[in-house]
Every structure is written in structure tokens, then in C-alpha cells.
């Protein structure tokens, strides 16, 4: 996500670097190639010559502060303006309704229905609602049934009547249902369209008029660049949606439509995709994402998902064992499977400040864990509870189950072991130890 740009960023804003002063000159060259790293992100050239501008008025007018160098002043005026661009303060969703009704909008291939389980799935538990999805997709096959999937997937009921080919009347049904069963979400899937069919976009139109939802949502394949701001703009000018929903930000998208589609249609991005994972679905926060892209990391959203996985229960009878030394691979494997539900790897790995540039030109594999897995599923109950039994031979006959090598098996019982220490240390008020053993390792 963004990788190409923050590369290019850094190296634009590494210029001012070492001077001991901003001066017009070194400005105007470091803004140049800010300039064009935001073109080859597929900003808009008008929006990127604005904010360009808007940075330079705010470097000149600006004197070097006494602990700020002059390149960490223009990190943090490109960062602030950055954040402007992209919207500036979070927006909420607006669930006042009874039910909230969200009408989701988009183009044909956008991962609309996709997403619509996505928000059903947040609602659900980070907002404790009782969503309600109704299918209005009529036209794509198999659009019906893959709701239905999404829905028994995350436990949410999908609404949805295969005989009606009428989408208005299938939402207004929708709707009536959601009272009937006390759901007070109802999240209204339809067909994607192209902005240019006159026919599909008098329906959605349609649509919007006969429920009335408290939130229109458009939702735009990120990866498509300044054709999904100027979709946008078109759908903006019919429905007059509350906000973007931004999909597919784990792919290898450019980033010009997350920086300039604020600016075009003065509505916010409200959510994000960021994978394949029904829990792959972040709020969209501009000075987060302005840290992300200028390669400072997201420790607060990291730290955000992690807490959004810990489990009291789990972490107590953990902090039992480990303190009677029963730590074993069951709860080495439970704890691979909260990092897991945290998101895609590569995703993960970019949040920590500075691990962009480490991570450059790495394929981080989602199923980095696979052989860990493999390993340990191939040790006895008893093995797993019993680390130290594992000789040689049992050692052989774990590497064969597992597709993997001896030297493999060892490598996880040796990182195993550095772990439980550690978290022997953690559970026995170590702390200062451990941190005077981590600066005696730098």
C-alpha cells in the first residue's frame, strides 16, 4: 500500500536534508519532486500543484524552529497537509436511524457485496448492532447467493426474495424485515453499475429516494486511480453520498484516489479495505494514513487491532502456565492465530515506524506461519504439552509429517524456548531486565 509513493516521497523530501536553513531554492526543488511523486500516484495534476503550493506558503513562512531541522519541517508541513488533503478529522458513520438504513453504491467489480459483509461484520462487533443485509442485486449471477455466503460467514441474516426482479420494492421489504426481527442495521447491497448507464443509475437513484437511507456510501476499487475519482464525482452529482468506502488498499495500488478524492468530492473516506478477511476493514484516519504514506508507520492502529484480538480469559490461563512453567505449543499455536486475525502480514509490517524501507522489495507471505503450523500439528497432544520430550527421533518424524527439515523443527523449538523466557521474565516482574538485555543488544 502506498509503497511508491513513500519511496518517492522520502526521496523528494531527503533533498533539505543537511541544510542548515530553508531557503526558496532548496524548497522549490525538494516541492518539484514532491510534486511528481504525487503524479505517479495518479493525483490529480491540479490538486497536486495546490498542495504543493499550499506547503511551500507554509515552509517559507515559517522560521526553522530550535529542535526541528530543516528537513523535519517539511516532513511535518507535507504531513499536516497531507492529512487536509485527505479529509483531516475521522468520519463516523451516522447510525440514528431506527433501523439506520446504509445504501451501498458503486461500480460493477468494486468488492461492493464484499464489503457490505465487511461493515456488517464491524457493526456486529465493534458496535454491538444487529445488522440486517438485503441482496438488491438482481441483474449478476449468483449475486443473491454470494450474500447469503458473506451473511452465514460473520452470522449476519440476509434478506433477500429471488422471485421479485424489482430492487426498490426488494429494499423497501428489506427494511420492514429488519423491524419485524429487531435488527437495527440494515445494510442494502445493489448492483454495481456504470456511471454511464442512464438506466441502472435512474434505479439506484430510485432506490435512495423510496428508503431514504441515513448513509449512501460509494464504494471504489482503490486500484483503479483518477478514474475512481471521476466515477465519483459522477455518482456524487446523482445521489449526493455520505461518504467513500476505499477497497482493495492491500494491493498494489498507486494512492492517488485516497489522496485526491476528498478534494473532488468533498466527502470523506469513511472506511477501508485492506485484504480479503471479513475482519479487513479499518476506519479510515487521514493523519494516520498521512503517517503510513511518509513511511512513519501506524503503531496506534496496530496497537488498536491487537487489542481488538486479546482475549482476558486466554491470556489468564497463559499467565498460569507460564508461571508453572506449562507453556506449551497449543498456546504457542493460539497465539499465532490472534496475530493472525489482525490482518495480512504486510499490512501488519507496515505499521511499525521505519519498516517500509526494511521491507521494500520483500514478498511478506500472508501464510508466513504455514510451516510453524505444519510443524506443530504434526507433534503428539503430549509433545505439544511437553517440549523437552522431543529427541532426535522424534524430532525425524515431525519434520517428515511436516514436509519440513530437522534443522527446521530445531529452529522453532529454539525460538520457542527464547520466547517462554522471555514471557517467564515479562510474568516475573523482569521488565528492567529485559530492557537493559535489549539495549545491550543494540
Do not use: W
Amino acid at each position: 500500500m502506498f509503497d511508491n509513493l513513500s519511496e518517492k516521497l522520502d526521496k523528494a523530501l531527503h533533498v533539505l536534508k543537511g541544510h542548515g536553513q530553508i531557503t526558496e531554492i532548496n524548497v522549490a526543488e525538494t516541492l518539484k519532486e514532491v510534486r511528481r511523486a504525487l503524479l505517479d500516484a495518479d493525483v490529480n495534476f491540479k490538486i497536486a500543484k495546490e498542495f504543493t503550493n499550499r506547503v511551500k506558503e507554509k515552509a517559507l513562512g515559517e522560521n526553522v524552529l530550535t529542535n526541528l531541522q530543516p528537513g523535519q519541517l517539511m516532513v511535518k508541513i507535507v504531513k499536516d497537509e497531507l492529512t487536509q488533503l485527505m479529509g483531516g478529522d475521522v468520519e463516523e458513520l451516522n447510525l440514528k436511524g431506527s433501523p439506520s438504513v446504509i445504501l451501498m453504491s458503486g461500480l460493477q467489480g468494486s468488492g461492493k457485496t464484499t464489503f457490505s459483509g465487511k461493515l456488517a461484520n464491524y457493526l456486529k462487533n465493534k458496535k454491538t448492532k444487529k445488522p440486517l443485509l438485503v441482496a438488491c442485486d438482481v441483474y449478476r449471477p449468483a449475486a443473491i447467493d454470494q450474500l447469503h455466503v458473506v451473511g452465514e460467514q460473520i452470522g449476519v441474516e440476509v434478506y433477500s426474495d429471488r422471485e421479485n426482479k424489482n430492487p426498490v420494492s426488494i429494499a423497501v421489504a428489506g427494511i420492514k424485515h429488519a423491524k419485524s426481527i429487531g435488527s437495527n442495521v440494515v445494510i442494502i447491497d445493489t448492483a454495481g453499475r456504470l456511471a454511464v448507464d442512464e438506466v441502472m443509475m435512474d434505479e439506484i437513484a430510485n432506490i435512495h429516494r423510496a428508503i431514504k437511507p441515513q448513509e449512501t456510501l460509494f464504494v471504489v476499487d482503490s486500484m483503479t486511480g483518477q478514474d475512481a475519482v471521476n466515477t465519483a464525482k459522477t455518482f456524487n452529482d446523482i445521489l449526493n453520498f455520505d461518504g467513500v468506502i476505499l477497497t482493495k488498499l492491500d494491493g498494489d495500488t498507486r494512492g492517488g484516489a485516497a489522496i485526491s478524492i476528498k478534494s473532488v468530492v468533498d466527502k470523506p473516506i469513511k472506511f477501508i479495505g485492506t485484504g480479503e478477511k471479513m475482519e479487513a476493514i479499518d476506519v479510515f484516519y487521514p493523519s494516520r494514513m498521512a503517517d503510513r504514506i511518509l513511511g512513519m508507520g501506524d503503531v496506534v492502529s496496530l496497537v488498536e487491532r491487537a487489542q481488538e484480538q486479546f482475549d482476558e480469559e486466554q491470556a489468564r490461563k497463559i499467565q498460569k502456565k507460564i508461571a508453572k512453567n506449562r507453556f506449551g505449543f497449543d498456546d504457542f499455536l493460539s497465539q499465532i492465530q490472534q496475530i493472525k486475525k489482525m490482518g495480512n502480514m504486510k499490512d501488519l509490517m507496515g505499521m511499525i515506524p521505519g519498516a517500509g524501507k526494511a521491507l521494500k522489495g520483500l514478498d511478506i507471505d500472508d501464510d508466513a506461519f504455514k510451516h510453524i503450523e505444519a510443524i506443530i500439528h504434526s507433534m503428539t497432544p503430549d509433545e505439544r504439552s511437553n517440549p523437552n520430550k522431543l529427541n532426535t527421533s522424534r524430532k525425524k518424524r515431525i519434520a517428515s509429517g511436516s514436509g519440513r527439515t530437522v534443522q527446521d523443527v530445531n529452529q522453532l523449538l529454539k525460538q520457542f524456548d527464547q520466547m517462554s523466557k522471555m514471557m517467564k521474565m515479562m510474568q516475573g516482574g523482569g521488565g528492567k531486565k529485559m530492557m537493559q538485555m535489549m539495549q545491550n543488544m543494540k
